[in-house]
Protein backbone atom coordinates (compact mmCIF):
# COMPACT_ATOMS: atom_id res chain seq x y z
CA UNK A 1 0.00 0.00 0.00
CA UNK A 2 1.36 3.29 -1.06
CA UNK A 3 -0.58 6.79 0.14
CA UNK A 4 0.69 9.80 -1.91
CA UNK A 5 0.40 13.31 -0.91
CA UNK A 6 0.77 16.05 -3.51
CA UNK A 7 1.68 19.52 -2.11
CA UNK A 8 2.91 23.13 -3.72
CA UNK A 9 0.30 23.86 -5.91
CA UNK A 10 -1.03 27.22 -6.42
CA UNK A 11 -1.08 30.36 -8.33
CA UNK A 12 1.52 31.95 -10.69
CA UNK A 13 1.30 34.12 -13.57
CA UNK A 14 1.81 33.41 -17.20
CA UNK A 15 5.34 32.79 -18.00
CA UNK A 16 6.10 31.67 -14.46
CA UNK A 17 7.73 28.82 -12.97
CA UNK A 18 5.96 26.46 -10.16
CA UNK A 19 7.16 22.85 -8.22
CA UNK A 20 4.68 20.74 -7.13
CA UNK A 21 5.85 17.57 -5.04
CA UNK A 22 4.78 14.20 -3.85
CA UNK A 23 5.19 12.52 -0.83
CA UNK A 24 4.94 9.08 -0.57
CA UNK A 25 4.73 6.69 2.59
CA UNK A 26 6.00 3.12 3.25
CA UNK A 27 9.89 2.08 2.42
CA UNK A 28 8.96 0.77 -1.22
CA UNK A 29 8.77 4.05 -2.88
CA UNK A 30 11.80 3.05 -4.94
CA UNK A 31 9.87 -0.27 -6.25
CA UNK A 32 7.42 2.23 -8.73
CA UNK A 33 7.27 3.82 -11.75
CA UNK A 34 5.99 7.34 -10.56
CA UNK A 35 3.75 9.95 -12.86
CA UNK A 36 2.20 12.99 -12.97
CA UNK A 37 -1.36 13.57 -14.56
CA UNK A 38 -3.45 16.66 -14.50
CA UNK A 39 -7.33 17.44 -15.10
CA UNK A 40 -8.86 20.35 -16.02
CA UNK A 41 -13.02 21.03 -15.41
CA UNK A 42 -14.88 19.92 -18.14
CA UNK A 43 -11.51 17.68 -19.50
CA UNK A 44 -10.13 14.43 -19.37
CA UNK A 45 -7.30 13.55 -17.26
CA UNK A 46 -4.02 13.92 -19.38
CA UNK A 47 -0.94 12.61 -19.08
CA UNK A 48 1.82 14.96 -17.73
CA UNK A 49 4.90 13.28 -17.66
CA UNK A 50 6.29 9.94 -15.95
CA UNK A 51 9.86 8.75 -14.24
CA UNK A 52 11.45 5.08 -14.30
CA UNK A 53 12.24 3.55 -11.04
CA UNK A 54 15.72 4.68 -10.81
CA UNK A 55 14.95 8.10 -11.95
CA UNK A 56 16.77 7.41 -15.06
CA UNK A 57 14.28 7.54 -17.49
CA UNK A 58 11.59 10.26 -17.96
CA UNK A 59 8.91 10.79 -20.27
CA UNK A 60 6.83 13.63 -21.03
CA UNK A 61 3.04 14.45 -22.80
CA UNK A 62 3.73 17.12 -25.89
CA UNK A 63 2.03 19.71 -24.31
CA UNK A 64 4.60 19.98 -21.81
CA UNK A 65 7.79 18.82 -23.41
CA UNK A 66 10.54 21.03 -23.06
CA UNK A 67 9.05 23.46 -20.22
CA UNK A 68 8.16 20.39 -17.53
CA UNK A 69 11.15 18.06 -15.36
CA UNK A 70 9.95 15.13 -13.17
CA UNK A 71 12.47 14.12 -10.88
CA UNK A 72 12.45 11.34 -8.12
CA UNK A 73 14.74 11.64 -4.68
CA UNK A 74 14.08 7.81 -3.69
CA UNK A 75 15.90 8.74 -0.04
CA UNK A 76 13.21 11.32 0.60
CA UNK A 77 10.48 9.77 -0.72
CA UNK A 78 9.42 12.28 -3.09
CA UNK A 79 8.78 13.09 -6.52
CA UNK A 80 8.98 16.33 -8.29
CA UNK A 81 7.19 18.20 -10.99
CA UNK A 82 9.03 21.83 -12.03
CA UNK A 83 7.11 23.34 -14.33
CA UNK A 84 8.68 26.27 -16.44
CA UNK A 85 6.85 28.36 -18.87
CA UNK A 86 3.81 28.78 -17.60
CA UNK A 87 0.59 29.00 -19.81
CA UNK A 88 -2.86 29.27 -18.74
CA UNK A 89 -4.07 26.32 -20.50
CA UNK A 90 -1.73 24.65 -18.01
CA UNK A 91 -4.37 25.57 -15.15
CA UNK A 92 -5.22 21.95 -13.79
CA UNK A 93 -5.65 19.71 -10.65
CA UNK A 94 -1.90 18.11 -10.73
CA UNK A 95 -2.01 14.25 -9.70
CA UNK A 96 0.85 12.23 -8.54
CA UNK A 97 0.46 8.33 -8.86
CA UNK A 98 2.54 5.11 -8.13
CA UNK A 99 2.62 2.73 -10.63
CA UNK A 100 4.35 -1.65 -10.05
CA UNK A 101 5.49 -1.09 -13.07
CA UNK A 102 8.80 0.12 -13.76
CA UNK A 103 7.43 2.88 -16.53
CA UNK A 104 4.05 4.00 -17.17
CA UNK A 105 2.30 6.19 -19.20
CA UNK A 106 -1.54 5.04 -19.18
CA UNK A 107 -3.65 6.10 -16.32
CA UNK A 108 -4.88 2.48 -16.00
CA UNK A 109 -1.10 1.51 -15.25
CA UNK A 110 -1.14 3.01 -11.95
CA UNK A 111 -2.16 1.45 -8.77
CA UNK A 112 -2.13 4.48 -6.51
CA UNK A 113 -3.15 8.23 -6.57
CA UNK A 114 -3.23 11.28 -4.66
CA UNK A 115 -5.35 13.58 -4.03
CA UNK A 116 -4.45 16.60 -6.13
CA UNK A 117 -3.12 19.72 -6.26
CA UNK A 118 -4.39 22.51 -7.98
CA UNK A 119 -2.31 24.90 -10.06
CA UNK A 120 -3.91 27.74 -11.71
CA UNK A 121 -2.02 29.96 -14.25
CA UNK A 122 -3.70 33.71 -15.12
CA UNK A 123 -2.87 35.54 -18.01
Known amino acids: QVQLVESGGGLVQAGGSLSVSCAASGRTFSRYGMGWFRQSPGKEREFVAAISRSGYSTYYGDSVKGRFTISRDNAKNTVYLQMNSLKPEDTAVYYC????????????????WGQGTQVTVSS
Open 97 to 112: AAAASSFAVLGTEYDY
